[in-house]
């Protein structure tokens, strides 16, 4: 005989418990789903709460306070190995935006050379060089344009450089007797007399005073031979576009960050050799 189910009043409010009790929890599992899958998340629409959270790729200079001016440095300390070498690298390469970068040297801002308008073979960098002369020798090659510090191991320090036109140039080997930052410069006789321009700055109205605008840029080292000043300098220039090229009457001009830098690494009596 199968068994009957209850009825009644008690029956009926059991059913009615069970069903509302379903219906409670239900309610609460949908309410549950709602907060975490069919909320809406309004502030990844913000754009301002978007840019801030991915600030570090993401630059818009509408929004962005530009940065407070910074002094530039008096001298750059570059990337050397413990034999104190700097190693130049391909124009591409940042380094080199360094190294030619602006520099503020005893009160004289250099502006930056513009590296996409030099050659690339003009800047500063560690080569492979064979040679007879010692390490720590200046070796000008009049015919590559390049000035070599000659360094141990078979290598040496490459600069560009500017050189005299056919027929003013100097060759020979002297020594560096005397090195000056930011020098004065007084033209000879010859060159006043050659380019008349030049006489509001001869030697008897008392050269030309240091600056920017100084043919001898911001160092000189004069080359003497048998004591004797030759007349000739290793120097900087502020006519950068002239490195790599023969238009002077003379002397050996370079970027004036390089001569900085050449200056930095030659003491007094170094041997110099142009060819």
């Not at 199968?2 to 059991?14: D, E, H, M």
């Not at 004065?184 to 600056?211: F, I, K, Q």
Request: aromatic share 8%.
């Amino acid at each position: 005989m199968s068994k009957l189910s209850p009825s009644g009043p008690a029956a009926t409010a059991s059913i009615l418990s069970k069903r509302l009790l379903s219906l409670g929890l239900g309610t609460a599992l949908m309410g549950s789903l709602s907060g975490c899958i069919l909320m809406t998340d309004t502030s990844r629409m913000n754009i301002d709460v978007f840019q801030d959270e991915v600030a570090p790729v993401w630059y818009d200079p509408a929004r962005t306070p530009p940065a407070a001016d910074q002094t530039a440095p008096q001298k750059r300390s570059l990337y050397q190995t413990q034999f104190h070498q700097t190693y130049g690298l391909p124009v591409t390469n940042p380094l080199h935006r360094t190294i030619y970068g602006l520099v503020v040297d005893d009160g004289h801002t250099l502006s930056p050379i513009p590296l996409d308008r030099v050659r690339s073979d003009m800047l500063r960098q560690e080569v492979s060089y064979q040679t007879v002369e010692a390490p720590g020798t200046i070796v000008v090659d009049t015919k590559a344009h390049y000035l070599y510090l000659v360094q141990p191991g078979g290598k040496a320090v490459r600069y560009g450089v500017g050189l005299g036109r056919d027929g003013f140039a100097w060759s020979g080997r002297g020594v560096i007797q005397r090195k000056a930052k930011w020098p004065h410069w007084t033209p000879t006789d010859d060159m006043v007399e050659n380019n008349p321009n030049l006489r509001p700055v001869s030697a008897a109205r008392g050269g030309l005073v240091a600056g920017l605008n100084n043919p001898l840029g911001a160092r000189a080292l004069y080359i003497y031979q048998n004591g004797k000043d030759t007349l000739y300098r290793v120097h900087g220039t502020p006519d950068w576009q002239s490195v790599g090229k023969a238009t002077s009457s003379g002397c050996v001009r370079m970027f004036n960050q390089d001569v900085i830098d050449l200056f930095d690494r030659v003491p007094d009596n170094t041997p110099i050799v142009v060819i």
